[in-house]
């Protein structure tokens, strides 16, 4: 089993600021007057990702740090922080564009990028997905989620 305590703090690391981003992206949503707003969500999934994130770096520093330095997945590495960023992309085009335009596109797009190859099937789910999310969150939950705002 390769060693993986060094691969596991940057990981650690990274998700913590990612939590901390997505923690701020979200306190700039708009704010609901009653119930939960479209950013009390995602602000409890960054707590969450936050409080996972350090656990992973500090556990990784507990176990102490391998001595040798291995080569890191630099292939890995790539394909993490290329879906951070696109991750990064997405948020910020959900804003102007909206939950309902931007999402379809987000999840095909990752299903592509972790090799799915059925572009029908990545299609409709990815439609499929949206609109149930859309549905359980703003008609059953009565979240807003952001809208298309063009002019």
């Known amino acids: 089993m390769k060693n993986t305590r060094l691969a596991d703090l940057v990981m650690g690391l990274l998700f913590v600021f990612l939590a901390i981003y997505w923690f701020v992206e979200a306190e700039g949503m708009v704010k609901a007057d009653a119930g939960l707003g479209p950013g009390d969500y995602p602000k409890v999934v960054a707590a969450g990702l936050?409080?996972?994130?350090?656990?992973?770096?500090?556990?990784?520093?507990?176990?102490?740090?391998?001595?040798?330095?291995?080569?890191?997945?630099?292939?890995?590495?790539l394909r993490l922080i290329l879906f951070v960023a696109a991750t990064i992309v997405y948020v910020q085009l959900m804003k102007?564009?909206?939950?309902?335009?931007?999402?379809?596109?987000?999840?095909?797009?990752?299903?592509?990028?972790?090799?799915?190859?059925?572009?029908?099937?990545?299609?409709?789910?990815?439609?499929?997905?949206?609109?149930?999310?859309?549905?359980?969150?703003?008609?059953?939950?009565?979240?807003?989620?952001?809208?298309?705002r063009l002019f």
């Open 96 to 148: 102007p564009l909206g939950f309902l335009l931007t999402t379809p596109f987000y999840l095909f797009f990752g299903m592509w990028f972790f090799g799915y190859r059925k572009y029908a099937i990545a299609a409709v789910c990815s439609v499929g997905m949206t609109a149930a999310i859309h549905v359980v969150f703003r008609m059953i939950f009565q979240v807003m989620l952001p809208e298309l």
């Open 50 to 77: 936050f409080l996972l994130g350090l656990l992973l770096a500090v556990s990784s520093l507990l176990a102490g740090l391998p001595r040798k330095e291995g080569a890191m997945d630099r292939k890995a590495a």
